[in-house]
């Protein structure tokens, strides 16, 4: 009811071995403790758009055949916190040792690097291939800024501890599921783009049987839906990230980064298809 059409794991001597590595690089962190602030969660914003890249390039049959179903949902994720927590893990290492001023620079400017040169790739694809397009990319990414704009305007008028609280953190989620919000409505709506997550597509479905969907599209109410659930979210979370800010800001970046990677990997995919 909720798995995206394409979900498929990739051959068992693929899949365990990205298990252990990835056991092994959670344990690490566990012991490491590293501290997690909003600045931490911002740092890891690049390895989040990251992970999209990653499976664009997947969705543009980029990778060769015997490697592909790493690049796919869901062992993406997985490939993507691998690497992702193995920057983590060596920038609280040179951190240690004095080489680094702080290790949110060092997680930041990696997972920078690392998304600019894909994003590179994706974009020669496009370019290369007479599809590159960026009207409805900036249309996306310009409209799901207006709407976190406005959606946070309102929780810091009516409900101004919990923004205070979540700050950064709660922004972000805000604009991750916005992104994905919105990036999802003109797709359906403009580019007729096909949803393959079950879920959403059931949404968008009611939304397409409303009156408004003569005027408006069906997407406004998939928009309204994440938007709100993302509101609500942060708001369920206020009293934990006062009681314990580490674990909760950690598990508000990765309600983040459901929201945020989907839509950066709808725009991207608008740039070139």
Not at 61 to 80: H, I
Not at 245 to 266: D, E, F, K, S
Request: aromatic share 12%.
């Amino acid at each position: 009811m909720v798995l995206p059409e394409g979900f498929v794991l990739p051959p068992w001597y693929l899949l365990v071995p990205i298990l252990v590595v990835l056991a092994g690089v959670i344990a690490l962190l566990w012991a490491l403790e590293p501290p997690v602030t909003d600045q931490t969660v911002l740092a890891f914003v690049p390895w989040m758009l990251f992970g999209s890249a990653l499976h664009v390039l997947h969705r543009l049959e980029a990778y060769p055949d015997q490697f592909e179903t790493l690049f796919a949902t869901p062992t993406v994720y997985l490939v993507t916190a691998i690497i992702a927590g193995g920057s983590w893990i060596v920038g609280i290492f040179l951190y240690a040792g004095g080489l680094q001023s702080t290790i949110e620079r060092f997680v930041g400017v990696v997972g920078t690097a690392f998304f600019t040169v894909f994003t590179m790739v994706i974009l020669n694809i496009g370019w290369e291939e007479g599809t590159f397009e960026l009207f409805w990319p900036v249309i996306s990414v310009v409209v799901a800024g207006i709407v976190t704009a406005v959606a946070w305007i309102a929780l810091s008028l009516w409900f101004t501890d919990v923004a205070a609280t979540t700050s950064a953190t709660g922004a972000l989620v805000v604009f991750g599921h916005a992104l994905d919000g919105v990036s999802t409505a003109i797709g359906y709506d403009v580019l007729g783009a096909a949803e393959d997550v079950p879920l959403s597509r059931l949404i968008l479905e009611a939304g397409g049987s409303l009156p408004t969907a003569e005027y408006v599209g069906a997407g406004w109410l998939f928009i309204l839906v994440k938007v709100v659930l993302a509101l609500v979210i942060i708001g369920l979370f206020k009293e934990y990230v006062e009681e314990r800010p580490q674990q909760a800001r950690t598990i508000l970046a990765l309600v983040a980064a459901v929201g945020l990677g989907p839509g950066v990997h709808n725009v991207l995919q608008f740039i070139v298809t």
